[in-house]
T-cell receptor
Framework: GAVVSQHPSRVICKSGTSVKIECRSL??????MFWYRQFPKQSLMLMAT?????????EQGVEKDKFLINHASLTLSTLTVTSAHPEDSSFYIC?????????????FGPGTRLLVL | GESVGLHLPTLSVQEGDNSIINCAYS??????FIWYKQESGKGPQFIID?????DKRQGQRVTVLLNKTVKHLSLQIAATQPGDSAVYFC????????????FGKGTKLTVNP
């Protein structure tokens, strides 16, 4: 149980285009999902917290107009990287909290590797 | 032995040895701690967790120790195997705060056959 999937697993795009990454909780409902970014040999950095049916909460320094987050249902959150640039190339990981679950318990997706040329 | 690289500390051990990975957490108000294992190109995988009302918790081949006095967390892996090679992260969550997890820098464990 508690499986989180991401799609796509890898994406290559041209600079200036937009890329959408999906995060799905497959066998549970997730009122809250989280989006992280991880650069090579570094730790996970939280970008934003996504709550179903409301606006996402962004961490300091993360541009909300560049990283659009939509949490339209209890099993799906999407991250759109708008007007992507090479510096946005990174490993994007989502996690999901089980509705009504213990505080702090998150289940992680397998990650999406984004390469912007 | 253990060394600190440009971004990621590394630890090399021989197969069969015990491994100890350390983490200094940042917030004295944190009361929930988790260790994750991350293999190359994959998302973090839950290993073991501990709440602040405990100072030790054991799982299968793994033990987490918590020292709140010095804000230190450690992960002990018994009889380390090549499949344990990965990057290990500690994460903390603050009591009364949001659901956010704050991740430590991570340690790359290499198990030599």
């Amino acid at each position: 149980g508690a499986v989180v999937s991401q799609h796509p697993s890898r994406v290559i795009c041209k600079s200036g285009t937009s890329v959408k990454i999906e995060c799905r909780s497959l066998d549970f409902q997730a009122t809250t999902m989280f989006w992280y970014r991880q650069f090579p040999k570094q730790s996970l950095m939280l970008m934003a917290t996504s709550n179903e049916g409301s606006k996402a909460t962004y961490e300091q320094g993360v541009e909300k107009d560049k990283f659009l987050i939509n949490h339209a249902s209890l099993t799906l959150s999407t991250l759109t990287v708008t007007s992507a640039h090479p510096e946005d190339s990174s490993f994007y990981i989502c996690s999901a909290r089980v509705a009504g679950g213990l505080r702090g318990t998150q289940y992680f997706g397998p990650g999406t590797r984004l390469l912007v040329l | 032995g253990e060394s600190v690289g440009l971004h990621l500390p590394t630890l090399s051990v021989q197969e069969g040895d015990n491994s100890i990975i350390n983490c200094a957490y940042s917030n004295s108000a944190s009361d929930y701690f988790i260790w994750y294992k991350q293999e190359s190109g994959k998302g973090p995988q839950f290993i073991i967790d501990i709440r602040s009302n405990m100072d030790k918790r054991q799982g299968q081949r793994v033990t987490v120790l918590l020292n709140k006095t010095v804000k230190h967390l450690s992960l002990q892996i018994a009889a380390t195997q090549p499949g344990d090679s990965a990057v290990y992260f500690c994460a903390e969550n603050m009591q009364g705060g949001s659901e956010k997890l704050v991740f430590g820098k991570g340690t790359k464990l290499t198990v030599n056959p």
